[in-house]
């Protein structure tokens, strides 16, 4: 049985060397349908890693505090009932209340002119706590970061990011100097570790700290913060005097308690006025799963399209290669084929044609994600289950669409066969 198996595929091959550019049109379907799972499951794949990376970088446990420009009715209305909008004293609030934060840190960004010498780069000025690198898993390259003394005697200190420090400073030593923050002068103190590598595919809003420099948050409301609803100046159009506030809860299955407790606060603090937003990266993972879900579900319809365009392609193909081989059948009837062996060997040449189509899909759907990494940046992850499924699909769709030219061959009157021309 073996034996016959191998001469009947042999023999297949034969036919489709034959006639080479039909065979290769007859796989084009299958080739491109299968190309486009491979390719469709391995950017959902990359997407799923990258946004799994993303928030372990952004912290499993982290909650953050965002805060929501008003318009000018909802601003009048929150000048009335006296909410200041997002604030430091909302964090320490915050921290002296729930028992299960473990670290809170207040952000207070700023667009502020940086100058040293010749150099006049594009940072970002955050004033923050002590607390800031716990929270977000940064650490220091060199020097230290801000001391609760800071805070205290309002010092200008600064710490820079690991690409401002070497656009400013190339090879010299930044800690010690002195660089300018809008016409006021900060030392360096610390210079934090290079994080250029980490790349975000999610859609969790996040700065490229290499670009930041940071300052005592006392110091930064202090100089630079203007808290006058009624003046519209750069750096605030609102009332509030913090951005954003990141918080690590001690239990990542707090995560959602720790929302619900925060909204409670925080709408009674601001006086029930909308303007903070609280964003827990898990569910964000959850809406981009679900986004990725709809996106593989319709490129799943795209490569089943394309497969059903095959399948046609093969039994068409098949069911001319009957007619053209009817004498052939009367032949193989003959000399003592019977109708099972006659319909295994037309099943055979439609499993080839799948089998060679998805080979040569496997390739071109790799190329794809390699050509989207190349140009679109987005990782892609090939997995053996992507290629393993592909290419049972593709043999599937040989077996299925060229069952019915096979069974019409097997079912030929051996005489009538003999006869055809």
Same mark, same amino acid.
């Given at each position: 049985m073996f034996e016959f198996f191998i001469e009947n595929f042999i023999y297949a091959f034969k036919s489709l060397l034959q006639h080479k550019v039909r065979s290769f049109l007859t796989m084009l379907g299958v080739i491109f349908g299968v190309g486009a799972v491979i390719a469709m499951l391995a950017i959902g794949k990359g997407a799923e890693f990258e946004a799994i990376e993303q928030i372990k970088a952004f912290g499993v446990n982290n909650i953050r505090i965002v805060s929501v420009e008003l318009n000018k009715d909802e601003q009048?209305?929150?000048?009335?009932?006296?909410?200041?909008?997002?604030?430091?004293?909302?964090?320490?609030?915050?921290?002296?209340?729930?028992?299960?934060?473990?670290?809170?840190?207040?952000?207070?960004?700023?667009?502020?002119?940086?100058?040293?010498?010749?150099?006049?780069?594009?940072?970002?000025?955050?004033?923050?706590?002590?607390?800031?690198?716990?929270?977000?898993?940064?650490?220091?390259?060199?020097?230290?970061?801000?001391?609760?003394?800071?805070?205290?005697?309002?010092?200008?200190?600064?710490?820079?990011?690991?690409?401002?420090?070497?656009?400013? &400073?190339?090879?010299?030593?930044?800690?010690?100097?002195?660089?300018?923050?809008?016409?006021?002068?900060?030392?360096?103190?610390?210079?934090?570790?290079?994080?250029?590598?980490?790349?975000?595919?999610?859609?969790?809003?996040?700065r490229n700290v290499d670009s930041d420099i940071y300052i005592?948050?006392?110091?930064?409301?202090?100089?630079?913060?203007?808290?006058?609803?009624?003046?519209?100046?750069k750096n605030r159009v609102n009332y509030g005097v913090v951005d954003e506030v990141a918080i690590r809860i001690s239990d990542s299955d707090k995560l959602i308690e720790a929302k619900n407790a925060l909204t409670k606060i925080l709408d009674k603090r601001h006086e029930n006025m909308k303007d903070y937003e609280i964003i827990v990266p898990t569910e964000l993972l959850e809406q981009s799963q679900k986004t990725q879900k709809l996106f593989n579900l319709v490129m799943a319809c795209i490569a089943g399209l394309s497969l059903l365009v095959g399948g046609i392609g093969i039994m068409n193909i098949m069911l001319a290669n009957v007619t053209e081989r009817t004498k052939e059948i009367g032949i193989r009837r003959a000399i003592g084929a019977s109708a099972k062996d006659i319909m295994v060997f037309f099943l055979l040449e439609a499993l080839l044609i799948s089998i060679l189509g998805g080979i040569v899909g496997i390739f071109v759907g790799v190329g794809i994600g390699q050509i989207i990494t190349f140009y679109a940046g987005w990782k892609i992850v090939v997995t053996i289950q992507s290629v393993i499924l592909s290419?049972?699909?593709?043999?599937?769709?040989?077996?299925? &669409?060229?069952?019915?030219?096979?069974y019409t061959a097997s079912k030929m009157d051996p005489i009538q066969a003999l006869r055809y021309e």
């Open positions: 009048l209305k929150a000048n009335r009932t006296l909410s200041k909008g997002l604030s430091y004293e909302d964090a320490l609030y915050i921290k002296k209340i729930l028992p299960y934060v473990e670290g809170i840190a207040p952000q207070n960004l700023l667009d502020k002119q940086v100058y040293y010498k010749q150099f006049k780069p594009k940072a970002n000025i955050v004033g923050t706590t002590p607390e800031y690198l716990f929270v977000t898993s940064l650490s220091l390259e060199n020097g230290r970061f801000i001391e609760k003394e800071d805070l205290i005697e309002y010092r200008k200190v600064c710490i820079l990011g690991y690409g401002l420090a070497r656009e400013m &400073f190339l090879k010299e030593d930044p800690i010690g100097k002195l660089i300018t923050i809008e016409g006021v002068r900060f030392r360096v103190v610390g210079i934090l570790k290079d994080k250029s590598k980490t790349k975000e595919k999610v859609k969790i809003k996040s005592p948050i006392t110091t930064s409301i202090k100089k630079f913060t203007i808290t006058d609803a009624s003046e519209k100046v290419f049972g699909v593709a043999s599937g769709v040989g077996v299925f &669409f060229g069952f019915y030219p096979a």
